[in-house]
Each structure stands twice: as C-alpha cells, then as structure tokens.
C-alpha cells in the first residue's frame, strides 16, 4: 500500500467574531487610596515644606547682631578653640560677676546656648 497522507477538511471562518484584535483594549486607569495620596497628598507637602523652609530663612531673626546696642560698653572678641563663655567672661569682664557677664554676654549675641564656635564674633560687656 502507498503512503497516501489525508489531511483533514479546512473550515473557511467567515464570521467577524473570530478576528484577532491588533491591540487588546485597556482597562481604565483606578488608583488606591495610596496611590492617590502619592500622586495628589505627597507633592502637596513637599511643596508646603519647602515654602515653611523659605519663610523661615527670610523672617528668622539674626543670631548675632552687626552692632554693639547703644549705651552698652563692649569690646569684639573672636572666639578660638577650646574657649568658654566662663573663661571669656572671667578674661575679658574682670570687674564683673561672672555668672553675670556670662548672662550679659549671652543676652548681647542672642545666644541660645553655651556651644561656642571658633572664628565667631562675641560681643563682651566691660562695664557694669
């Protein structure tokens, strides 16, 4: 017997039904809660902090004043390392109370605590 192959009957699809799509329609975008809080809640304060961040650069007061305020004898000290408001106070302000010329020195350079910086500007207070 010959070898004789049968394939088997092609069926001709005519119905539109059966045509592949070129490009499967997509399903509209939803967000979370958390993608919404990302997409609209974090760029909102990150937008609100940096804007506190500015207003506070451009309205904070000085730390230290330019001046020596009038009716007040001082002499400018610079600060170097290792160098405290006790033992300025005590080399600088003799003739005063210590604890007052620290308190003096203090009030004059708007300082907020004892930490002193090498290289900074303090205004010493020579009289009472």
């Given at each position: 017997?010959?070898?004789?192959?049968?394939?088997?009957?092609?069926?001709?699809?005519?119905?539109?039904?059966?045509?592949?799509?070129?490009?499967?329609?997509?399903?509209?975008?939803?967000?979370?809660?958390?993608?919404?809080?990302?997409l609209?809640?974090?760029?909102?304060?990150v937008?609100?902090?940096?804007?506190?961040?500015?207003?506070?650069?451009?309205?904070?007061?000085a730390?230290?004043?330019?001046?020596?305020?009038?009716?007040?004898?001082?002499?400018?000290?610079?600060?170097?390392?290792?160098?405290?408001?006790?033992?300025?106070?005590?080399?600088?302000?003799?003739?005063?109370?210590?604890?007052?010329?620290?308190?003096?020195?203090?009030?004059?350079?708007?300082?907020?605590?004892?930490?002193?910086?090498?290289?900074?500007?303090?205004?010493?207070?020579?009289?009472?």
């Amino acid at each position: 017997m010959a070898n004789t192959a049968f394939s088997a009957p092609l069926h001709l699809v005519t119905s539109d039904d059966y045509l592949p799509e070129s490009q499967p329609t997509l399903a509209p975008l939803r967000l979370t809660r958390r993608g919404k809080f990302v997409l609209i809640g974090l760029p909102i304060f990150v937008v609100s902090a940096a804007a506190l961040m500015l207003l506070g650069l451009f309205l904070s007061p000085a730390n230290a004043s330019a001046e020596v305020p009038l009716g007040v004898d001082a002499v400018s000290v610079t600060v170097i390392e290792g160098d405290t408001l006790w033992g300025i106070a005590r080399e600088f302000a003799p003739q005063l109370e210590p604890r007052d010329a620290v308190q003096q020195i203090g009030d004059l350079n708007n300082l907020n605590s004892s930490v002193l910086h090498p290289g900074a500007e303090l205004f010493v207070p020579t009289g009472s």
